[in-house]
Each structure stands twice: as structure tokens, then as C-alpha cells.
Nanobody, 112 residues
Framework: QVQLVESGGGLVQPGGSLRLSCAAS????????MSWYRQAPGKPRELVAS???????TYVDSVKGRFTISRDNGKSTVYLQMNILKPEDTGVYYC??????WGQGTQVTVSS
């Protein structure tokens, strides 16, 4: 069955960086778009970035120029490099494939 395992979250000061990873299994990873979502406390889950099977990327406006999504099809892993982090980037980050379920998420906290 489909499994997504996120890692790499943590506590970081404003202006810092983190790199999130999501290891996928149970489907042919290279054929599908992969996405990162985040959910801040009390807010709905929002789409942050997506990468297609061909490598095309899209980002929500609030992270453009700071975040980079990438994928390694040989490792069935998608990454989110997050730079110049801001307190408003705080939340639980989830990766998502074309299939259910969601992963367990990884907490990112940006605070001084």
C-alpha cells in the first residue's frame, strides 16, 4: 500500500533553513506529481509546492524565491529546501501523492 514518511522538521530561528524529505513507497513514484502541504494551528491545510513527473514546479506566492521542491526518482523521495524561514512558515508539513493516505507530517517551528 501507499506509504509516505516525512522527516527533517525542527525548531529554527527566523532566517534559518531546513530541508524536508518524504520517502514514498507502494506506487510508481516517477510517474506522479508530488506535493508539499502545510497546516498552521487553527488554519486549513494549504498547498505549498508541487513537482510534476517531468520536473515542473509550482509554488504558493508566499514561499516563492525561498523554498525549492525537488525529487529523486531513484530514491522515491521528494524534498523541500526551505530558506529564509519566517515565523509564519510554522506548521506541520505533509507530502502528498496522487493516492491516499497522507503521511504523518513533520513539525516545523520558526521562532527566536
Amino acid at each position: 500500500q501507499v506509504q509516505l514518511v516525512e522527516s527533517g522538521g525542527g525548531l529554527v530561528q527566523p532566517g534559518g533553513s531546513l530541508r524536508l524529505s518524504c520517502a514514498a513507497s507502494g506506487f510508481t513514484f516517477s510517474r506522479y506529481t508530488m506535493s508539499w502541504y502545510r497546516q498552521a494551528p487553527g488554519k486549513p491545510r494549504e498547498l505549498v509546492a508541487s513537482i510534476s513527473s517531468s520536473g515542473s514546479t509550482t509554488y504558493v506566492d508566499s514561499v516563492k524565491g525561498r523554498f525549492t521542491i525537488s525529487r529523486d526518482n531513484g530514491k522515491s523521495t521528494v524534498y523541500l529546501q526551505m530558506n529564509i524561514l519566517k515565523p509564519e512558515d510554522t506548521g506541520v508539513y505533509y507530502c502528498k501523492s496522487a493516492f491516499p493516505p497522507w503521511g504523518q507530517g513533520t513539525q516545523v517551528t520558526v521562532s527566536s
